[in-house]
């Protein structure tokens, strides 16, 4: 089925950054969100990031007037779209009540795609009546407007062919889905993040090293590496290549690492007020005179030039 308008619920920086996306690719867009602001708020995030877009390959048929802010009407306005992208707050009885009402609201072949960062869809689908195989998980790295990933996760009863559809969908958009096969909380790329950033809140908080230390440690060795070729080929080629470089890194990493690990176990950040002050006090010294908005605009724009060389 061609897919030519869009239902966007949410106009926080998420769901503002996906409206801007799909208006790139030429597709229109219906948004909903109750908030008061909210349609201001959306007008100006779009007009700030469509410069940046602009510089990317985007439809001839692109435009910021093809967009309809419907408020919090969405149920007398979704009939006609062929793609649910939702994007309401990370909390469950929101949205287990939201999606049975886009459920209702929308042709039964539709794919509702939440951008649920952490909440398995399978959670949020008991009051669907209509259709609950046809909802599913599409969560983006932040800002989807950048950030190619879109991990597509069903729940247990998703249709095959709804997996499909969505991953053929967001690759007409420019992304790059990947299929998480089973639900788990936090699904594949927060669990990494995760991963990584509490051995750096801990290193920061103990005074091992300074936040802007930390950030140049991973901005000039894991970041433009795993960038390039990502954590599991990286070691297979550090291992010497082929088909067994990998075994044979780990096979020489191995007992290192071992140890390296029960150490971060023995020293895990804990979320302790005192760990958190020194944490925020290390960062609120790295951003000592710096303009937040003049970083966010430099990380845009080395982010377009690094995906473009990418491609």
């Known amino acids: ?149 879109v991990e597509v996760v069903p729940h247990p009863k998703t249709a095959a062919s709804i997996t499909e559809a969505a991953k053929s969908f967001y690759k007409s958009v420019g992304r790059n889905p990947v299929h998480i096969r089973e639900e788990l909380p936090g699904f594949a790329a927060n669990r990494l993040q995760v991963a990584l950033l509490n051995e750096a809140y801990s290193l920061v908080s103990r005074g091992i090293i300074s936040a802007e230390d930390l950030d140049t440690c991973v901005t000039n060795s894991l970041g433009p590496r795993w960038a390039a070729t990502g954590p599991l080929l990286s070691n297979a080629m550090g291992g010497g290549g082929g088909t067994d470089g990998l075994k044979h890194a780990l096979e020489h990493l191995g007992p290192a690492s071992r140890s390296w690990l029960e150490d971060m176990k023995a020293h895990a950040f804990t979320w302790t007020p005192k760990e958190l002050d020194a944490l925020s006090a290390s960062v609120s010294e790295e951003l000592r005179g710096k303009d937040t908005k003049d970083l966010e605009r430099q990380r845009d724009d080395l982010l377009v030039e690094i995906l473009s060389l990418k491609k």
């Open 1 to 149: 089925m061609s897919i030519r308008t869009v239902g966007v619920v949410g106009t926080g920086v998420i769901g503002a950054s996906w409206t801007g996306l799909f208006l790139a690719h030429g597709l229109k867009v219906i948004v909903s969100d109750p908030a008061p602001g909210a349609e201001r708020g959306l007008a100006d995030y779009l007009h700030s990031i469509w410069p940046t877009l602009e510089r990317q390959k985007i439809s001839p048929h692109a435009s910021l007037t093809n967009y309809r802010f419907v408020g919090a009407n969405f149920k007398d306005h979704f009939a006609n779209v062929d793609f649910v992208q939702e994007n309401a707050p990370e909390r469950l009885e929101l949205k287990t009540k939201l999606f049975a009402e886009l459920d209702a609201a929308t042709r039964p072949d539709v794919v509702i795609a939440s951008s649920s960062s952490g909440i398995p869809s399978s959670r949020f689908i008991s009051e669907c009546a209509i259709n609950p195989a046809r909802v599913l998980i599409g969560h983006p790295f932040n800002p989807p407007h950048l950030m190619p990933l």
